[in-house]
């Protein structure tokens, strides 16, 4: 069995992240095992028209400067082959077409790390960056099995074309929603379906991105996560996808209360035939390969504290969402989580 000093399991933006901090901040050459072909990560599954939130200046991996204009917000395909390129840089031993299936911890300290084709590795250091992006979650409602429309969720939603002339309702309030609602709004008729109205927060302050904001205030750090958390779905716009939204006909209503076999029944009562629904109601984490052991809860959610397991020692995560702030699930935060992480849990092995 080979022995390595840090196994990532992922070479997604949070996978990459970590690889990346670890080759600055003095860990041996990192092993990244990812289950898919490439180091894109979910980007390249994304729909056709999305694009980042954050500008590229504070969506780069550390040593790796995000190309062009610093300040626009790069686009799907961007991102891909951004992460990409990243990954081919790293000084990371990056094994593709690697999906691990089991961690345990082994007898007489570390962990052994195993995959579906039967490989095995010893690991002084763990970090699971698995990602929250592949296991899309959608609520379960009266008549789901019922509707003979089509329903799929923002994770598989692609262009507008495959909807030209539909009726579509689109169930969400954050960023995804909007941003799908307002690519569909020329070609069909569409519904935006929330429990509570759009909470819109500008793009700009003062002439400058809301995320310069959030860096030079502190108020995107540790000790806020929780009371970040609490805060309502609010969606960045520098005004165009409000517009998008009014120019098409967008209209907002409480979220319907079931499905029938051609449409929904609205909170009102009112019943009306649809001929899509588009779930863009998020995702939940999932790590099959610790099914079993101490470091999930009943509710199979990691037990941690900013992102080093509290139960497994050698253990951490990358990627949780508020994991230790607000964008602690994106690119612009996954470097800031994995330096801490890796740290902390160095200061572990060595007391160990």
């Not at 990371?92 to 570390?110: L, W």
């Not at 002339?165 to 070609?187: E, H, Y």
């Not at 588009?278 to 790590?287: E, L, P, Q």
Request: aromatic share 8%.
């Amino acid at each position: 069995m080979e022995h390595v000093d840090l196994l990532i399991i992922g070479a997604g933006q949070s996978g990459l992240s970590t690889a990346a901090v670890a080759t600055r901040t003095g860990w041996s050459r990192p092993l990244v095992l990812e289950a898919g072909g490439d180091t894109a990560g979910s980007w390249p599954l994304y729909y056709d028209s999305l694009t980042l939130f954050s500008p590229a200046r504070y969506s780069a991996l550390p040593g790796h400067p995000f190309p062009g204009d610093p300040d626009r917000y790069p686009a799907r395909d961007e991102v891909a082959d951004y992460l990409r390129t990243v990954g081919k840089g790293l000084d990371a031993d990056i094994r593709t077409g690697a999906r691990v299936t089991a961690v345990r911890s082994a007898v007489g300290g570390g962990l052994t790390v195993e995959t579906g084709n039967g490989e095995q590795w010893s690991a002084r250091t763990v970090v699971a960056a698995s990602g929250v992006f592949a296991h899309p979650h959608t609520p379960a409602l009266p008549g789901r099995e019922l509707f003979g429309g089509r329903q799929l969720h923002s994770a598989d939603y692609r262009a507008p074309t495959d909807f030209e002339g539909a009726r579509v309702v689109v169930v969400g309030a954050g960023n995804s929603a909007i941003q799908i609602a307002a690519d569909l709004a020329p070609l069909a008729r569409v519904t935006l379906a929330t429990r509570a109205p759009v909470r819109w927060t500008a793009q700009y302050i003062l002439g400058r991105d809301i995320h310069w904001w959030t860096r030079c205030t502190g108020l995107d750090i540790a000790p806020m996560r929780r009371q970040l958390a609490k805060l309502p779905v609010s969606v960045l716009d520098d005004g165009t996808y409000k517009a998008a939204l009014e120019k098409g006909g967008v209209e907002r209503r409480d979220m319907f209360t079931a499905l029938t076999e051609d449409g929904v029944i609205w909170a009102d009562d009112t019943q009306e035939a649809v001929d899509a629904v588009i779930w863009a109601t998020g995702y939940r984490h999932r790590y099959p390969y610790l099914a079993g052991t101490p470091a999930l809860d009943d509710q199979h959610r990691p037990l941690h504290r900013l992102g080093v397991s509290t139960t497994v020692p050698g253990l951490g995560y990358v990627g949780i969402e508020f994991q230790r702030g607000f964008a602690s699930n994106s690119l612009r935060g996954a470097a800031r989580d994995a330096r801490h992480v890796l740290s902390r849990l160095r200061r572990t092995a060595r007391r160990g």
